[in-house]
């Protein structure tokens, strides 16, 4: 049989496609080293297999992937926003078509380099916060540690016994045009990238499946357990470890990377004010009390850690945290003080030091760098210049000189003689490192829209690799990395100058390379250990209104739809309809008061309520308009991201998306606006139908979805009694044998036609409609189905049986202990009093069940929350 047929992913391109890709792709400008072809005119071996896998469509489909990629990145919501705004639109996450291949000889150089490099900066920090030999020895000027912001005196002294300062390095890699590696910089505080390079492997992959079969790619997840795995074995909880990861917030640049690595690895999201350290321990703020913190991997930077002994004014951090470092009763990833570590000055002292500390020469070499605080440095670096790059010693913002890096060589020579007498004024401000042009990797660019563009353009890359802990003394170098590519005709790869990313793939040696799913199968099996999730106060508040704004978006929307179906329907509805419609719609909020009623306008301007209502469904001032209510439930939903799927989260933004395009359709189009606002509407509906189908039947029952519940059964309380209350006392259901509209109309907004026509046809009478709206226990829109639900989730959030609830739950009004009778007969006077006083009994047990879950599992102004777990 042929092998061809036999594995049909092996289909193999055409020789002549691989001529044409060395035809179609320009070669690297002159200076830069060229991944595509190496310093040979023909594809690197590598690239050669790469593009074979394309399979017979070669390069006609690429476009059509490139559209995929984008989708997916949309539909998964990866963003990455240089300047967050709560309001503002979200920047999509940017990544390229085409991987970065990094061959197995070059990874051997890459991997050996960077582990060296990780120990050497592990023994130095161990030895400026223990003995300070280096200082001592003059091998560390020491201003580039003590006059340095990032090094916090208040961490000498701290508990490291047989644990490591740092967990996670990032090394940023520049390719020489000699095709060598170099190091430019160093992070260690909160190194990023970790979670966006996992989402760029899962989407490029995904694109070129067979590819990456044949070229045997390194797996990444055994990297990310064996990380987790060594930050349990330096706890004393040891398995049992609890895992917090310490977010600034849904504000920040990279908050999608923040929740994405906590539900890929199955740890707790947290800010800052979700913590607390009392008695030298820390603990996290949950529903259930003090729940004690055994790690932490922060993703803010030193200085907003504690306000106590950093930055006063940070919001970000928690008080009291460094002395519960210093104590060792917590461990943080990475320890706070190796600031220092990251400046470039330090760059050029480690080979020196490496000697010193490891007895090694330097393996993995960086850029010629000159601290100018030297004298002998800064006479080597005036000459440099040119052919440098200036960069700040220290820090913007820390007290010393504030300036952006700045190349020499696109500098005029009046600014060089600038930067001379700057440098020369206050030579320790600055460091001087040699500029080499990045190498340049091929991009894909999407033909549609082009003219004579390349369709493969090579793009300048600085690589980002990390080195994790896996052990209690060991290192390992993540197999892939984070490529960030230069926008057009820029020298500077950086996601914030507007460059691309792109996924690393990293090929092995091994004939049958380990497939991510198979990594996780290949260890032996272990002892399970089993910890139920957690639930912070803040995140249990953001579930909560997530579920109200939900409940509450479906309500005025339901609302919105039965005005407008209503004024354009062929029938007339009655003034009491008209009124009663036109109070719901000012009470919440769909029209401003002062509106002209309907009833109030000539012939001219009779339409003016219904056009106000349409332009205002989106609108975010003077009205809480459905609009204001779906970004709202956004809002919330975003701060409590890492509980969602993906798909959730898409079907979120879909519905905001479309819902944000049909209303401007509805404002514009003024003769067909009330079809495309009903339209609107309904589509929305749908989407929000997706939403609480997810929330009902993709999220765990745990506290936090009991009080999403919650949140939900009480605006739905709130609603329906109000709706209802009101109807009775606007008179609409004074002869409902006579005019029908206000009977019908409650039924819509209690969406409960289909199931009154089932049980009792067309019947007029009270009676049969308060049974189903009030009484009905299996009517889960009637108040006494959603009593008991509510009730039903008190029990469970406080962990009583049903039929023994607490106090909490006994304040939800019981609507089976009303008589139907009584409240479905008028007095003598037409008024149903009986049934209002009801409603009015349901609503204000719902707004005090509110306050009190606010105060008892939000504020934590309960005795009972300030427990401790044990």
Same mark, same amino acid.
């Given at each position: ?22 035809h ?24 050669k297999?790469?593009f ?33 705004d ?19 000889e ?12 990780a120990k ?8 400026i916060?223990?003995?300070?030999t ?31 300062? +740092?967990?996670?390095? $990032?090394?940023?890699?520049a ?43 390194a ?11 060594? +930050? ?12 917090a990861l ?17 539900r890929y ?28 913190v ?15 002994e ?16 210093r ?5 943080? *990833?990475?320890?706070?003080? =190796?600031?220092f ?32 605080g ?6 080597? *670096? ?6 440098g ?5 220290y820090? #913007? ?7 952006? =890096?700045?190349?020499g ?32 990797m ?7 829209n082009?003219?004579?563009a ?41 996601m ?5 990313? &792109? ?18 199968? &290949? ?10 999730r ?5 995140a ?15 309500n005025?929307?339901r ?35 002062g ?36 970004? $709202? ?5 975003? #701060?409590?991201?890492?509980r ?8 979120i ?8 395009k049909?209303?401007? %359709?509805?404002s ?32 765990t ?34 002869n409902?044998n ?6 019908? &109309? ?32 299996? #009517?889960?829109?009637s108040?006494?189905?959603?009593? %008991? ?5 008190l ?13 909490? *739950? ?11 009778y %009584? ?36 504020n934590l102004i309960? &005795? ?7």
């Open positions: 049989m042929d092998s061809s047929q036999a594995n049909p992913l092996k289909s193999t391109a055409t020789p002549s496609l691989v001529e044409d890709i060395i179609l792709a320009p070669k690297a400008k002159d200076g830069h080293f060229d991944e595509l072809r190496g310093h040979s005119s023909s594809l690197l071996p590598h690239w297999t790469f074979e896998q394309l399979g017979p469509s070669g390069l006609s489909d690429l476009d059509q992937r490139t559209l995929e990629l984008n989708r997916q990145v949309r539909d998964n919501g990866i963003t990455y926003n240089v300047y967050a709560e309001f503002g639109p979200q920047r999509p996450w940017s990544v390229d078509l085409f991987p970065l291949i990094i061959s197995p070059s990874w051997q150089e890459i991997q050996s380099g960077v582990l060296q490099r050497l900066l592990e023994g130095i920090i161990k030895d916060y223990g003995p300070q280096l200082l001592k020895e003059g091998l560390i000027p020491p201003a580039l540690v003590h006059g340095h912001p990032g090094y916090l005196r208040s961490m000498n002294g701290a508990k490291f016994q047989n644990r490591k300062h +740092l967990h996670i390095i $990032a090394f940023d890699l390719r020489a045009p000699d095709g060598k590696w170099s190091v430019l910089s160093q992070r260690t505080q909160a190194p990023s990238g970790l979670g966006y390079l996992l989402e760029n492997r899962n989407l490029v992959a995904r694109q070129f499946p067979s590819a990456y079969e044949q070229m045997q790619i797996p990444l997840a055994n990297a990310y357990r064996d990380l987790i795995d060594a +930050l349990k074995l330096e706890s004393p909880a040891g398995a049992n470890a609890h895992i310490l977010t600034p917030g849904p504000y920040n640049e990279t908050y999608f990377e923040h929740a994405y690595l906590a690895l199955g740890l707790t999201l947290v800010e800052g004010g979700d913590l607390t350290a009392r008695d030298q321990r820390l603990y996290l703020k949950t529903v259930r009390g003090l729940e004690p055994d790690i932490l991997l922060k993703r803010l930077d030193d200085e907003f850690l504690d306000p106590l950093l930055r006063a004014d940070s919001t970000l951090g928690v008080p009291g945290l460094l002395q519960v470092i104590a060792g009763n917590v461990i943080l *990833a990475n320890a706070p003080g =190796s600031a570590l990251e400046s470039p000055a330090l760059l050029g002292f480690l080979p020196a030091i490496s000697e010193r500390l490891l007895g090694e020469q330097i393996q993995l070499p960086a850029m010629d760098t000159w601290w100018c030297e004298r002998a440095a800064l006479d080597a *670096a005036i000459p440099n210049l040119r052919n790059a200036i960069k700040p010693t820090p #913007n913002g820390s007290g010393h000189q504030n300036y952006e =890096s700045a190349l060589g696109d500098l005029s020579q009046a600014q060089l003689d600038e930067w001379v007498g700057r440098i020369t004024r206050q030579p320790d401000e600055h460091t001087v490192q040699t500029y080499i042009p990045l190498a340049q091929p991009t894909w660019l999407n033909a549609f082009l003219n004579d390349s369709l493969i353009e090579p793009h300048s890359y600085m690589l980002r690799v990390f080195a994790l802990s896996n052990s209690s003394d060991g290192w390992q170098v993540l197999p892939g990395g984070l490529a960030r590519i230069a926008g057009n005709n820029s020298g500077i790869a950086s914030q100058r507007g460059g691309s990313s &792109a996924d690393v793939w990293v090929q092995t040696n091994y004939q049958n390379p380990i497939t991510e799913q198979q990594s996780h199968q &290949a260890n032996p099996t272990k002892e399970i250990v089993m910890r139920k957690m639930v912070t106060s803040r249990a508040e953001n579930l909560y209104w997530f579920g109200r704004y939900t409940e509450r978006s479906e005025i929307l609302l919105a739809k039965l005005y407008l179906e209503n004024i354009n329907s062929e029938y007339t509805p009655s003034r009491p309809l008209w009124s009663w419609l036109e109070r719901l719609c000012n009470l919440y909020g769909l029209v401003p008061e509106v002209p009623s309907h009833f109030d306008q000539g012939d001219i301007r009779h339409r003016i309520f219904e056009r106000t209502l349409i332009n205002s469904l989106n609108a975010s001032e003077n009205v809480t308009s459905v609009g204001y209510n779906l970004s $709202a439930m956004k809002r919330t939903a975003s #701060n409590v991201r890492e969602l799927s993906p798909e959730q989260w898409s079907t933004n879909h519905c905001i998306e479309n819902f944000q049909d209303c401007q %359709k509805a514009n189009f003024h003769d067909f606006s009330s079809s495309l606002a009903i339209d609107a509407l309904k589509q929305a509906s749908s989407s929000l139908a997706a939403i609480t189908g997810a929330q009902t039947d993709r999220m029952r745990d506290d936090g979805w009991q009080l999403l519940s919650i949140g939900r059964h009480i605006e739905r309380l709130s609603f329906l009694t109000t709706v209802l209350d009101s109807a009775i006392e606007m008179g609409l259901l004074f409902p006579v005019d029908s509209s206000g009977y019908t &109309a409650l039924l819509n907004l209690f969406d409960s036609t289909i199931t009154f026509h089932a049980q009792h046809q067309q019947s007029r009478e009270i009676a049969p409609l308060l049974s189903l709206l009030v009484m009905d226990d299996e #009517n889960p829109r108040l006494a189905w959603v009593s %008991k639900a509510l009730r039903a989730r029990s469970k959030l406080a962990g009583t049986e049903r039929n023994n609830p607490d106090e909490l *739950a006994r304040g939800v009004t019981n609507l089976l202990d009303y008589d139907l %009584k409240i479905s007969t008028a007095d003598a006077s037409g008024n149903f009093t009986d049934l209002r006083y009801c409603l009015a009994q349901v609503s204000q047990s719902a707004w005090s069940v509110s306050d009190e879950i606010s105060a008892r599992y939000f309960k &005795a009972n929350a300030y427990s401790v777990q044990i």
